[in-house]
């Protein structure tokens, strides 16, 4: 991971938490990785990442009350507002990151952005975010806090949705990157966790779980999950 990357959205997550708007909103995705590292504590714990996208998961209904710009709350940093798909899904981006943000599909779902006026943008809905925020841990950063995905939730949900991947590299990756922190759980001692959010899950969820785990040959895990 680049340093000035890092700082970079070290900057962005100090911004958003003077705000106020911080502590309403969930980090998901890769950049969560960096930031378990305060959660897992070891020295075996890998930590680096190679990817520009920062998500941001706003919980629906949301719990923003403030109005804050967001893309001029970033602008001097040299964010610029871009459009994604045909509806106009607003990112922001900068050389070294892109920022979205989402929020969970609902229904038979829609393609069409889903308006957050109180921060001047709109988020793209997915399928499958609830489960990212049902369960979550607070990581002290600096001298605040970032709600992430308990990464029990956060690995399944990678296994879930790394086959809906169009990239086989960036799915691969996905899948790789899930086993990496299922096995980091399992050496906290934490193999219990996994196994009980495992079970809260639907089936059809569980058989994409193990579908996934099977290619990659991860009989360990799979034996604690059966």
Avoid at 36 to 43: G, P, S, V
Avoid at 45 to 56: E, H, P, V
Avoid at 88 to 93: D, F, N, S, T, V
Wanted: with cysteine; glycine share 6%.
């Amino acid at each position: 991971m680049e340093k000035r990357q890092y700082e970079l959205c070290l900057e962005i997550l100090r911004r958003l938490n003077r705000t106020g708007i911080l502590k309403n909103i969930v980090l998901i995705g890769s950049w969560c990785i960096p930031f378990y590292k305060e959660y897992f504590r070891t020295k075996g714990y890998l930590s680096s990442i190679k990817t520009r996208d920062i998500d941001f998961l706003v919980p629906i209904p949301s719990k923003i009350q403030q109005k804050v710009d967001v893309p001029e709350l970033l602008k001097d940093l040299g964010f610029v507002v871009g459009f994604k798909g045909p509806h106009g899904h607003i990112r922001l981006e900068h050389p070294r990151l892109v920022i979205e943000f989402l929020v969970p599909e609902k229904g038979k779902g829609s393609d069409k952005p889903y308006p957050l006026p109180k921060l001047g943008l709109n988020a793209i809905p997915l399928r499958f975010l609830n489960f990212l925020s049902d369960n979550t841990i607070e990581v002290k950063v600096e001298d605040f806090y970032l709600t992430l995905p308990h990464p029990a939730n956060f690995s399944l949900h990678k296994l879930i949705v790394f086959q809906r991947r169009i990239r086989e590299d960036k799915a691969v990756k996905d899948r790789n990157i899930a086993i990496r922190i299922l096995g980091a759980l399992i050496n906290r001692g934490e193999k219990n966790i996994v196994s009980q959010t495992f079970d809260s899950i639907p089936q059809r969820w569980q058989k994409r779980i193990v579908k996934g785990l099977e290619e990659a040959k991860e009989r360990g895990i799979l034996n604690i999950l059966k």
